[in-house]
């Protein structure tokens, strides 16, 4: 079972958290436990932030890029654009010390990767998305195509 598929589980008992995942992904140059960290806190600020009651979606691209997804209204460009740094905070009144997205981005430069923020999400008029992409070690699998969902 994947990190990914473990770390969202622990949510999905109170929380609606989905995900696809390739069935034999690319192995990616990150610690595991780092990994799940970043995940974790992705997590849990889509549920903290999201519109209440609304799924968080975490996909896997074949290719390695993990997106976490979750209904909101729009993030303005100017909050969007300091969310990952120390102790920022979105409009929400939920709890938490805004550093989730900042030890995910801290987390994702030391392994080589990227954070992106993105509001509306990619493909939508409104939520958030996160974009946690890593390098890729070489290939061992031609499986890309097949996926695993979960729900």
Same mark, same amino acid.
């Given at each position: 079972?994947?990190? $990914? !598929?473990?770390?969202? &589980?622990?949510? =999905?008992?109170?929380? @609606? /958290?989905?995900? *696809?995942?390739?069935? +034999?992904?690319?192995?990616?140059?990150?610690?595991?436990?780092?990994?799940?960290?970043?995940?974790?806190?992705? $997590? !849990?600020?889509?549920? &903290?932030?999201? =519109?209440?009651?609304? @799924? /968080?979606?975490? *996909?896997?691209?074949? +290719?390695?890029?993990?997106?976490?997804?979750?209904?909101?209204?729009?993030?303005?460009?100017?909050?969007?654009?300091?969310?990952?740094?120390?102790?920022?905070?979105?409009?929400?009144?939920?709890?938490?010390?805004?550093?989730?997205?900042?030890?995910?981005?801290?987390?994702?430069?030391?392994?080589?990767?990227?954070?992106?923020?993105?509001?509306?999400?990619?493909?939508?008029?409104?939520?958030?998305?996160?974009?946690?992409?890593?390098?890729?070690?070489?290939?061992?699998?031609?499986?890309?195509?097949?996926?695993?969902?979960?729900?």
């Amino acid at each position: 079972m994947l990190v $990914i !598929e473990l770390v969202a &589980r622990d949510f =999905s008992h109170d929380h @609606p /958290v989905y995900g *696809t995942v390739p069935a +034999d992904p690319d192995p990616v140059a990150i610690d595991p436990d780092a990994f799940a960290i970043s995940l974790r806190n992705l $997590i !849990e600020n889509a549920l &903290r932030h999201g =519109s209440p009651g609304s @799924p /968080v979606t975490v *996909t896997l691209d074949p +290719d390695g890029v993990l997106h976490v997804i979750n209904a909101c209204p729009v993030v303005p460009g100017d909050h969007l654009a300091r969310l990952a740094e120390r102790f920022q905070r979105g409009d929400s009144r939920a709890p938490g010390a805004g550093l989730g997205l900042t030890i995910a981005a801290a987390i994702a430069r030391s392994a080589g990767g990227t954070l992106e923020l993105l509001s509306p999400a990619l493909g939508r008029d409104d939520g958030f998305e996160a974009r946690f992409t890593l390098a890729a070690l070489p290939s061992v699998s031609s499986n890309k195509d097949k996926m695993h969902h979960w729900t």
